[in-house]
C-alpha cells in the first residue's frame, strides 16, 4: 500500500489562481518531500520539509506539515500554465522514498 | 554533471524478446533505484542498490526481471522474456541516502506488442 495518498486526483484551475494539494500519510516520519511530473518527463524534486519543521517557502511554492494529522500541503500561488503537471509527495518509509498516486494539475490560460 | 541518463528513450518490441533498460547515475551518487510507472499502479519501486549492491529487489514483479549495477556509473534492468503486460515508462533515479532527494532520469517508455 502506498504511504502518501494525494488529493484531489485532479484539480483545474485558471492561470492566476492559487493551487492547494494535499497528501495524507499513515506512519511516522523523518521527511517528506513533494515532486512534480510533466507530461513525458521525469519527476523533478521540488521541496524537502522535515519531521520538525511545520512550514517552508520555495519560490511560489508554500510546503506545511502537520506530524499529528499525518498530512501535508503543497500550495502554488499565482499559478502559470506551465505549473500544469501531476505532483507526487513522497514519504520515508524504512530506507527508502514511497509515492503517492499523484494530483493532476491542470493550469488554463 | 548531466543528471541521470537512460537508454533508449523508446522501446518497441514483440512479446517474448529481450529487452534492456540503461542507466547511468549522477556521479558520486551512492543509491540507485528503478522504478516502473503505469497509469493502473502508478509509480512502483522495483529494485535499489547502495554501492552497487542490490540492497530490496522486493519490487520486482517476477523472475523474468533482472538488475545489475557492474559499477558506479552504469546499471541495466533486463526483462526476458518480455510480456505485453511489461508495457510502462521504466525510471531511474539516483541519490546520496536512500531517503534523500532523488533525481529521475527522463525514463523509458517499453511497448511490448
Known amino acids: 500500500s502506498q504511504q502518501g495518498e494525494e488529493d484531489p486526483q485532479a484539480l483545474s484551475i485558471q492561470e492566476g489562481e492559487n493551487a492547494t494539494m494535499n497528501c495524507s500519510y499513515k506512519?511516522?516520519?523523518?521527511?517528506l518531500q513533494w515532486y512534480r511530473q510533466n507530461s513525458g518527463r521525469g519527476l523533478v524534486h521540488l521541496i524537502l520539509i522535515r519531521s520538525n519543521e511545520r512550514e517552508k517557502h520555495s519560490g511560489r511554492l508554500r510546503v506545511t506539515l502537520d506530524t499529528s494529522k499525518k498530512s501535508s500541503s503543497l500550495l502554488i500561488t499565482a499559478s502559470r500554465a506551465a505549473d500544469t503537471a501531476s505532483y507526487f509527495c513522497?514519504?520515508?518509509?524504512?530506507?527508502?522514498?514511497?509515492f503517492g498516486a499523484g494530483t493532476i494539475l491542470r493550469v488554463k490560460s | 554533471d548531466a543528471g541521470v541518463i537512460q537508454s533508449p528513450r523508446h522501446e518497441v518490441t514483440e512479446m517474448g524478446q529481450e529487452v534492456t533498460l540503461r542507466c547511468k547515475p549522477i556521479?558520486?551518487?551512492?543509491?540507485l533505484f528503478w522504478y516502473r510507472q503505469t497509469m493502473m499502479r502508478g509509480l512502483e519501486l522495483l529494485i535499489y542498490?547502495?554501492?552497487?549492491?542490490?540492497?530490496?529487489d522486493s519490487g520486482m514483479p517476477e523472475d523474468r526481471f533482472s538488475a545489475k549495477m557492474p559499477n558506479a556509473s552504469f546499471s541495466t534492468l533486463k526483462i526476458q522474456p518480455s510480456e505485453p503486460r511489461d508495457s510502462a515508462v521504466y525510471f531511474c533515479?539516483?541519490?546520496?541516502?536512500?531517503?534523500?532527494?532523488?533525481?529521475f532520469g527522463a525514463g523509458t517508455r517499453l511497448s511490448v506488442l
Open positions: 506512519t511516522s516520519i523523518n521527511n
Open positions: 542498490f547502495n554501492n552497487n549492491v542490490p540492497i530490496d
Open positions: 556521479s558520486g551518487h551512492d543509491y
Open positions: 513522497a514519504t520515508d518509509k524504512g530506507n527508502k522514498l514511497v
Open positions: 533515479a539516483s541519490s546520496l541516502g536512500p531517503a534523500d532527494v532523488q533525481y
